[in-house]
């Protein structure tokens, strides 16, 4: 089992749309936990970060995490097509330094 | 530009030969990770600093990878004897909290 798991996609939504984005985590202990946007070619960039289950909303990006399910989500409302990128589910563990990143979904917003 | 720098940005190598890469981090960055990332894969986690000291890594660079962070600046990463296998984008991130981290351009790596 991967540590940390996603749907390699790629997910395709029209543009305005909601895209929902999941993944699910093997670290009971894990503490901490990112998404990350990685357009074509580029490094990645952290989009949103969570500690605390429930819901954290930024603009139009909500994060979700669901620690007794291992689960984290990633919904990005009227999507753009400048949207369209990998997102990278990623979580840290206990220690606070090692951090591990899922394959990647990848996400295209068709305008 | 203020952000994240890497150096080289592009290496291609013979197969056997040793490769030196270098990361500049975000100035007051006390934080820097080093991750290899390969097409259609995340970043792995190969070693992490904390100012000069290495607090953690990747059983990777118990072998052929080293990596080191004199006086807590810059950094380099040290592939020995390199490997087809190792052929890969080696990304660098720095983080002042923790937190966010801060990526730089990459250096892609092709072994022959």
């Known amino acids: 089992q991967k540590e940390v798991e996603q749907n390699s996609g790629p997910l395709s939504v029209p543009e305005g749309a909601i895209a929902s984005l999941n993944c699910t985590y093997s670290?009971?202990?894990?503490?901490?936990f990112f998404w990350y946007r990685q357009y074509s070619g580029k490094s990645p960039e952290l989009i949103m970060f969570i500690y605390s289950n429930g819901d954290k909303e930024d603009g139009r990006f909500t994060a979700q995490l669901n620690k007794a399910s291992q689960y984290v989500s990633l919904l990005i409302r009227d999507s753009q097509p400048s949207d369209s990128a990998t997102y990278l589910c990623?979580?840290?563990?206990?220690?606070?330094?090692?951090?591990?990143f899922g394959a990647g979904t990848r996400l295209f917003v068709k305008a | 530009d203020t952000g994240v720098s890497q150096d080289p940005r592009h290496k291609i190598t013979k197969r056997g030969q040793n490769v030196t890469f270098r990361c500049d981090p975000i100035s007051e960055h006390n934080r820097l990770y080093w991750y290899r990332q390969t097409l259609g894969q995340g970043p792995e986690f190969l070693t992490y600093f904390q100012n000069e000291a290495q607090l953690e890594k990747s059983r990777l660079l118990s072998d052929r990878f080293s990596a080191e962070r004199p006086k807590g600046s810059f950094s380099t990463l040290e592939i020995q004897r390199t490997e087809q296998g190792d052929s890969a984008m080696y990304l660098c991130?720095?983080?002042?909290?923790?937190?966010?981290?801060?990526f730089g351009p990459g250096t892609r790596l092709t072994v022959l």
């Open positions: 670290d009971r202990g894990s503490q901490s």
């Open positions: 990623a979580v840290m563990g206990t220690g606070g330094f090692k951090t591990i």
């Open positions: 991130a720095s983080s002042r909290t923790g937190i966010e981290q801060f």
